[in-house]
Each structure stands twice: as C-alpha cells, then as structure tokens.
C-alpha cells in the first residue's frame, strides 16, 4: 500500500510538473503584436504622406517592409519552437486563428484587390480593417485578456467609421487600428509576461 500510495504521489506530481511547465511558459510575451502594430503603422503613415503629401507614384513601395517583418517573425518562431518546452491547446488553437487570418489577408490581396481596381482601393482598406478584428478578437477571447477584445471591436468600429470619411484618410484608420489592436495590447502583454516571469523566477 505504502508503495502504492508513493506511486500515486509521483504521478501527480508529475502532472502537476507538466501543468506548471505549461503555465510558464507565457509563450504570449507581445512580440509579435508590437512588431506586426510598429510596422503597419510605419507602412500606413508613409503611405498617407507620400500618396497624398508628396504625390510620389510609388508610394505603396513602402509595404514591402512587411517581407522583412515576416522574415523577423519567422526565425522569431523558430527561436521559441526551440525553446519551447510544452505545446498547449491554447497555443495550437491560437496557431490557427492567425494562420486563417494570414490565408484570408492573402485572398483579400490577390483576389479582392484585382476586382476592384487601383480607383477603389479605399474598400480593400475597410475590408483589411474589418479582417483585423477577427483574430484580435478570438485572440483576446481565447487568452482572456480584454485589451485585444476592445481592439477587435475598435477594428470593426473604425471600418464602420471609414464610410464616413474621405477615402484618402482611410489608410491612418488602418494607423489607429493597430495601434488599439496590437501595439496597446503588445505593451500590456509584455508587461504581463515580465511581472508573470519574474514571479515564476522568485518562487
């Protein structure tokens, strides 16, 4: 019985190792909300001041910026995979969300973008701002974390808000869209992860 009882304290101990190790992982440190909000809100913001200011030909040049963001993220994901200890169910469900967003802004690119025309340009930038909101959303829903679920719906209020306005200024909705989506939020989640990681650290 003695052993048996040993047995059993083991087993859970391990469980209880592996549900700990799955908490602190706090694989959700921000990093790629602020890298993807920092850089779309570059690429908007220069493309305002460079179509509209400046009347430079060229100015949708600048968003290919996001190759290079891209590259970042994925040696950045390589590097976590590495570290990576326990993979949990929030973080494969989380995979998908963004995997989805990413084949739909895709889609929305190749297909919608050909559709309408370099002249209606302005309604490929509503419908970008209302595919931001899903997966902040979910995102926020899935983590249980408020400030991406306030910046899911501010996404979707700002396309509401971009029928309302010249279309030349539809691409800083784009700016502030992110910046209540994804930077906000990536700097509260740092800090979250820090104060989290800190604490595992004293324990």
């Known amino acids: 019985m003695d052993e048996e009882n040993i047995s059993q304290q083991q087993s859970l101990a391990i469980i209880e190792s592996m ?3 799955a908490k602190n992982q706090f694989s959700e440190n921000g990093f790629t909300y602020l890298l993807w909000g920092w850089v779309i809100l570059v690429c908007s913001v220069s493309q305002f001041i460079l ?6 030909p060229r100015h ?3 968003w290919m910026l996001t190759w290079l963001a891209a590259l970042v993220q994925v040696i950045d994901s390589v590097k976590g995979k590495k570290k990576k200890l326990v993979k949990t169910y929030t973080d494969q469900i989380m995979g998908f969300v963004w995997l989805a967003f990413v084949v739909m802004m895709l889609l929305t ?3 919608v973008g050909k559709a309408l025309g370099p002249g209606q340009v302005y309604v490929g930038n509503i419908i970008i701002l209302i595919l931001y909101g899903m997966p902040t959303l979910l995102s926020g829903i899935i983590l249980k974390f408020k400030p991406l679920v306030i910046g899911g719906t501010g996404c979707w209020i700002l396309a509401i808000l971009a029928n309302f306005i010249p279309h030349e200024f539809i691409v800083l909705l784009i700016a502030a869209a992110v910046i209540i989506a994804w930077i906000i939020p990536g700097f509260l989640l740092r800090s979250r992860y820090k104060r989290q990681y800190f604490a595992a650290a004293i324990k």
């Open 109 to 111: 690119g190749l297909l």
């Open 51 to 56: 179509q509209y200011l400046m009347h430079y």
């Open 60 to 62: 949708y040049l600048v």
């Open 19 to 21: 549900i700990n190790k």
